[in-house]
Structures are given as C-alpha cells and as structure tokens.
C-alpha cells in the first residue's frame, strides 16, 4: 500500500507528528506543502494525509490554498491532521469543505495536541507539561496508523463544542485574511548576526536580507518560524516577546525545514 502524507509546519510540530507516522506506516513518503509544490495525488496512492498545524481556528493559508487546488483519484482514502496548541475548534471541517470543493472526501481526521509557540501571546509551556505532551504524541499518532492502514472512517476531530464551532465558521477567514501581514509586527534587536537563517526557514520566501538584517514581505503565513528558529532570539513581535522563550520541537532539526 502507498502512503503519501503532506505535512506543513513552522516550529517543527507538525512535521514530528508527520515523521512519527510515516515510521508507522510502511512505505509512506513525506512531502511538504511549500509555495508551488505540484497538489496531485497520483495513481497508485492508496492514502494520503494533511498533517498541519492549527492557525486562528482553521488551517494555514498555504494549507487551504493546497486543498482548494488538490486533485486525486477516486477512492483514494484522504484524512487530516490537526496540531494544535489548545484550540482545535472546527479546524478539520474546514479542511474538509475545502477538500469537498475538490469533488475529495475527507474520510477521516484527527487531533494531536502539542505545545503551542505564538510567543506574542504566551511563554513557553513547562518542560513538564511539554514532556507531558511529547509522550501522548506517540500514543496519538498509533491511534492514527492503525486507521491509516484499516482506511477507517471516522468523525470530524473538534474540541470546544459549539464556541469552536463558531470560531472556525465566522472568525477564521476574515483573521486569515489578514495574516500575510502579520510579518509588520517583527522587529529585529542588535543582537541579530545576519546569520540568515530566519529567511532559510521562512515556508514562503518571505523574510530577506538587507545589510545582515532582516525584512519582511506581505506573504507572511505567522508560522513564527523566523521568531522561534532564530539562534540568538533576535527577533521580536510586540512588547511580550523580548520576555518570553522561544519553541521547536526537540526532535526537528532547524535544517529540516530550510527552504528548498
């Protein structure tokens, strides 16, 4: 059986879940959704997966963008993904209308809780608590193969009930719709080296170097990549951040995602 799994991520969650997976799923192939990568699932392909991280209650820009350009065979088994931080809400219903304007059914979804990384709102959670979160990944993701491989039908993964509901059908799009400027709230301190790696990580090319410093475009997907992956946490977005850590996950090296 082939086994495709598509998976998005900034700070590495997404991309753990995805590689814990394809350990779990024999033969399975990782492909990241990155700006113009080819959005056909070809014959032969048995399965496929959107592994995504969870943005204003719903999935990424470049995570929609991907499914509402998506095309596969019929009676390929599709499912999804979420990781989220604490708010799953609707965000696999979503996915799933939009996969749905594809003519692709979403057979079945899933939720992985992992510790959040919007350092403009939060701190880093405690090393226990992600500890904590780490260990039920692994659980979680079994839980996910086993369907995977018996092409189980599931219901929509959601948490928050009828409020999550809400928040994913009124407030998602028109929050998403402003987020490619999201990039206008990064400032860079003196500490910064030029060392680049902030533009390396950027999913969409869109952070640059001008004289050794960073600059930002309006094609910002708030993935936080350039916030968090920065050696020397030079960058800042609004007054919360200069205080608080910064996060990746432990088993994602900062390489893995540097752009192609």
Known sequence: MKHLIYWFSGTGNSLAVAKDLAAKLDGAELREIRAGVPASIEDGAETFGIVYPVYCWGPPNIVAEFARRLTAANGTYAYAVAVYGGMLAGSNATL????????????????????????????VAPEKKR????????AAVERIARAVRSKRTTRIARNLGLLGR?????????????IRFAATTFTVD???????????????????????????????????????????????????????????????????????
């Open 96 to 123: 799933k209308r939009f996969l749905g304007e594809r003519g692709i059914p979403l057979t079945a979804s899933f939720g992985v809780h992992l510790p959040g990384n919007y350092m403009p709102l939060y701190d």
């Open 131 to 138: 500890a904590a979160l780490y260990e039920k990944e692994n």
């Open 166 to 178: 809400y928040l994913s059908s009124k407030k998602y799009a028109p929050m998403m719709a402003q």
């Open 190 to 260: 003196d500490t910064c080296t030029g060392c680049g790696v902030c533009a390396r990580v950027c999913p969409v090319g869109n952070v640059t170097l001008a004289s050794g410093r960073p600059q930002w475009d309006t094609r910002c997907e708030s993935c936080l990549a350039c916030l968090n992956w920065c050696p020397t946490a030079s960058i800042q977005s609004g007054a919360k951040t200069k205080e608080h850590g910064r996060y990746h996950h432990p088993e994602v090296a900062v390489a893995e995602l540097f752009r192609r």
